[in-house]
Each structure stands twice: as structure tokens, then as C-alpha cells.
């Protein structure tokens, strides 16, 4: 009796921890898709758009995250597959707005582009922080750990990009670096999912 009242303590604070931490890496990630998506729109930058669309998403599925601390890890592993399922959508939206840019070429703001990926880096590394001590401790945290670890590499992308755009005075380098985000994003998503597909097959507890 004791040895389970010990179990169901030690699970209440773990599920404590997780919503704590979710909850503050959501309103990070609100507060800078906001920025990131204005940056991008006066920048014209297909790179800082598909960087704020990673704020999004990640505000998202940090919600969704939060619904499921409780649940069951089957419950966590069909959130962790609608997740999966919200990266492709925003790598798709990536590539939409890659095209848009090569039928109407422009040189972005490289100002803004390095401005905002820097400060999106900085906030990023603090969710990466805290997310990491919940990185292996079931597939909801493990799927929230690998988005915001999506997010560093995007940050330094469109931070290289502005650089390019800077060097070169071309527009090229922004949509370089935005294709490659979308490959990166379709390859978490198919991360992500596979995942999440391998815990539904494991037999119910």
C-alpha cells in the first residue's frame, strides 16, 4: 500500500513539473510568434515567416501537451501524432511561401531578419533549457522537446540567412535557407510521428 502511494506521489510531482514547464514555455512561445510574425511581414522574409511558424506550432502543441500530462500514454501518443501532423502543415506552409518568393523575388530586411532570429535564439535556448530535464520521460515531453529543439536550428538558420542576404544583397540566401527548414520540418514531423505510431502499437498496461 505504501509502496503505491509512494508510485502515485512521486507521479503527481512529475506531472507537476511537466505542466510548470509547459506552461511557461507556451507563453514564451505565444509572445514570440507574435513578434516574429510582424518582424516577418515588414522584413519580407520567407525565413523569419517559417520561424514564427515554428513559435506557433510550438504554442500549440504546448498547449496540447499540457491537456495530456494526466492522460494515458496512449492518450499522449495520439497528441504526440496530431503534433507530428502540425509540423507538416507548417513545413507545407514554408514551401508555399518559398514559391511565392521565387515568382516575386525580394530583398529582405537583413536587419530585421538577424534582429528577431537572434532574440527568437535567446528565447528558444531558454525553452530548450527547461525542457530538457523532461526530454526521456514519455513520448508527450520527448515530442515537445524535439519542437523546441526544432527551434534552435531554425533561429540559426534565418540568423545565416540574414548574413547572406547582408553579403550577398540578394534575396536568394532567405529562400535558400527557407527550403531547408522545410526539409528539417518534414523530417521532425516524420520523427514525430513515427514515434508516436511505434508507442500506439505497444500493448495497453
Known amino acids: 500500500m505504501g ?27 505565444a509572445i514570440m510568434f507574435v513578434l516574429i510574425v510582424l518582424a516577418a511581414l515588414f522584413a519580407q522574409s520567407a525565413a523569419l ?11 500549440l502543441t504546448y498547449g496540447l501537451s499540457l491537456y495530456v500530462v494526466s492522460k494515458s500514454a496512449s492518450s499522449k501518443a495520439l497528441v504526440a ?3 507530428g501532423g502540425l509540423i507538416f502543415i507548417a513545413a507545407s506552409l514554408v514551401v508555399a511561401q518559398v514559391v511565392y518568393r ?12 538577424g534582429l528577431f532570429s537572434v532574440l ?5 535556448g531558454v525553452c530548450l533549457f527547461l525542457l ?22 531554425s533561429n ?11 553579403v550577398f544583397e540578394s534575396g536568394w ?21 513515427k514515434g508516436a505510431c511505434l508507442e500506439l502499437k505497444k500493448p495497453a498496461d
Not at 509512494?6 to 507563453?27: F, M, N, P, S
Open 49 to 59: 515567416f517559417s520561424d514564427s511558424l515554428d513559435n506557433l506550432g510550438d504554442a
Open 102 to 113: 521565387l515568382l516575386h523575388p525580394v530583398v529582405p530586411s537583413f536587419e530585421l531578419m
Open 3 to 29: 509502496a503505491c502511494c509512494d508510485d502515485e506521489c512521486a507521479l503527481d510531482r512529475l506531472q507537476g513539473k511537466q505542466r510548470v514547464t509547459l506552461i511557461r514555455v507556451l507563453l514564451i512561445n
Open 120 to 124: 527568437g535564439l535567446v528565447a528558444n
Open 156 to 166: 540559426l538558420s534565418v540568423i545565416f540567412a540574414a548574413i547572406g542576404v547582408w
Open 81 to 83: 501524432l496530431f503534433k
Open 173 to 193: 540566401p532567405d529562400i535558400i535557407l527557407a527550403s531547408l527548414l522545410a526539409l528539417m520540418l518534414l523530417n521532425s514531423s516524420a520523427r514525430v510521428i
Open 132 to 153: 530538457w530535464q523532461h526530454r526521456h520521460e514519455d513520448i508527450n515531453m520527448s515530442s515537445v522537446f524535439e519542437c523546441s529543439r526544432n527551434d534552435i536550428a
